[in-house]
């Protein structure tokens, strides 16, 4: 079965610095893999997603993801952080074989001014 | 509006009491599917269902059914709830192609 990992739980940058959030998957055959972004007392907002093709993927809110196979990662970046990124972070899996998915265990993003 | 929405938000119940969390979205898509969210420990999947009278078993089933006789509609039943079984409870859709899934505003369930 597909499994994700993000190696923190924790990530602190300054308003106005780059970000990056982690993520490592495994699966069996060819994934699909997502962010999505839940703010407090809500649900989860998808950011981005890889299905195919380019490995940089652009999504919402100026967010952009780097798909590597040999490393299987898939890190959330964005250039420039601002005070309103901060939120709890969740990457997931989705083997193309199965239907089923997998979320990592979220990383929160704190952005101080 | 293109939305998922999930009844009870809010539910505080005994040991042993059957529930059910209603699901339903307006977006005809395929694909439902029920998350429970604990700290630590990120959103696992407990049921999914790829289309009408459709499910699977996801990561965590024990405890909980869904039943899928309309595209709309995915309810979560709780048959004999335990305490272990309290925690914030997500539901979700997708067509099955994208894959991207827009999900519910939650529903806190306490099993006291």
């Known amino acids: 079965a597909q499994s994700v990992a993000q190696p923190e739980d924790q990530v602190n940058v300054a308003e106005g610095n780059p970000l990056t959030v982690k993520c490592t998957y495994s699966v069996s055959g060819n994934p699909y893999l997502f962010w999505y972004v839940q703010y407090p007392n809500r649900g989860l907002q998808f950011l981005l997603k890889y299905i195919t093709g380019d490995n940089l993927v652009k999504g919402s809110y100026g967010f952009e993801a780097e798909f590597n196979k040999s490393q299987t990662s898939f890190h959330l970046k964005k250039p420039s952080a601002l005070v309103s990124d901060s939120a709890l972070y969740f990457c997931?899996?989705?083997?193309?074989?199965?239907?089923?998915?997998?979320f990592g265990a979220g990383t929160r993003l704190t952005v101080k001014p | 509006e293109a939305q998922v929405t999930q009844n009870p938000r809010y539910l505080i119940t005994v040991t042993g009491k059957k529930l059910t969390v209603t699901c339903s979205q307006n977006?005809?898509?395929?694909?439902m599917s029920w998350y429970r969210q604990d700290p630590g420990l990120g959103l696992r999947q407990i049921y999914y269902s790829m289309n009408v009278e459709v499910t699977d078993k996801g990561d965590v089933p024990e405890g909980y059914k869904v039943s899928r006789k309309e595209k709309r509609n995915f309810p979560l039943i709780l048959e004999s709830p335990s305490p272990n079984q309290t925690s914030l409870y997500f539901c979700a859709s997708s067509l099955v192609t994208s894959g991207e899934q827009y999900f519910g505003p939650g529903t806190r369930l306490t099993v006291t």
């Open positions: 977006m005809n898509h395929e694909y």
């Open positions: 997931a899996v989705r083997d193309k074989g199965n239907n089923d998915m997998r």
